[in-house]
């Protein structure tokens, strides 16, 4: 079982809409969590983190998270065109490293 | 510099040379990390810096894979005799917190790497 997991998707939804975005993780001692958005032949960049359990809001994005349940989602509202790549959870590895285990990543597409 | 630089962009490796990957992290960054992702997947963990101090190399794959820090900010990434499975792109971050992975971490653009 890999220690985070993600639909590979793709996930299309239509502009304007809400595309929800989930991650499942494997260890219970994970304390920190992020999304990361990767535009195709580009490096990931850092969109939201989340520490505790519920929602946390910036602009159009919306991370929730839920420690009993090892769940991670990501909402962006009123989702653009420009939204349209692939989005990876991390989920912090813990001990000494605090290394990021990364998700294989869904591939958002935004339909005009 | 602004952002995490790395060098080169792109590399094409003939099956069994070395090739040396560099990272320039943000000025003052403590930690570096480097990470590999091969095509369609997430960055897999290397290795990773404490200014030179190399805490933890258990990601790297073989012991074709070195990487060193000596000074404290420019690392290098080598690979020795190079194989098919190592094309992927190679990624370095760093954070100027002792705890990277607490607070996540800015990636450069990568090292696009194809061994033919």
């Known amino acids: 079982q890999k220690e985070v997991e993600q639909n590979s998707g793709p996930l299309s939804v239509p502009e304007g809409a809400i595309a929800s975005l989930n991650c499942t993780y494997s260890?219970?001692?994970?304390?920190?969590f992020f999304w990361y958005r990767q535009y195709s032949g580009k490096s990931p960049e850092l969109i939201m983190s989340?520490?505790?359990?519920g929602d946390k809001e910036d602009g159009r994005f919306t991370a929730q998270l839920n420690k009993a349940s090892q769940y991670v989602s990501l909402l962006i509202r009123d989702s653009q065109p420009s939204d349209s790549a692939t989005y990876l959870c991390?989920?912090?590895?813990?001990?000494?490293?605090?290394?990021?285990?990364f998700g294989t990543g869904t591939l958002l597409a935004v339909q005009p | 510099g602004a952002g995490v630089s790395q060098s080169p962009r792109y590399k094409v490796a003939k099956r069994g040379q070395d090739v040396a990957l560099r990272c320039d992290p943000i000025?003052?960054?403590?930690?570096l990390f480097w990470y590999q992702q091969a095509l369609g997947q997430g960055p897999e963990f290397l290795t990773y810096?404490?200014?030179?101090?190399?805490?933890?190399k258990s990601g790297l794959p073989s012991d074709r894979f070195f990487a060193e820090r000596p000074e404290g900010s420019v690392s290098t990434l080598k690979i020795q005799r190079t194989q098919q499975e190592d094309s992927a792109v190679y990624l370095c971050?760093?954070?100027?917190?002792?705890?990277?992975?607490?607070?996540?971490?800015?990636f450069g653009s990568g090292t696009r790497l194809t061994v033919v």
């Open positions: 971050a760093s954070s100027s917190r002792d705890m990277g992975g607490v607070y996540g971490y800015t």
């Open positions: 991390a989920v912090n590895g813990g001990g000494a490293t605090n290394k990021l285990i």
């Open positions: 989340i520490y505790s359990n």
């Open positions: 000025s003052g960054h403590v930690s």
């Open positions: 810096f404490q200014n030179e101090a190399q805490l933890d």
């Open positions: 260890d219970r001692g994970s304390q920190s």
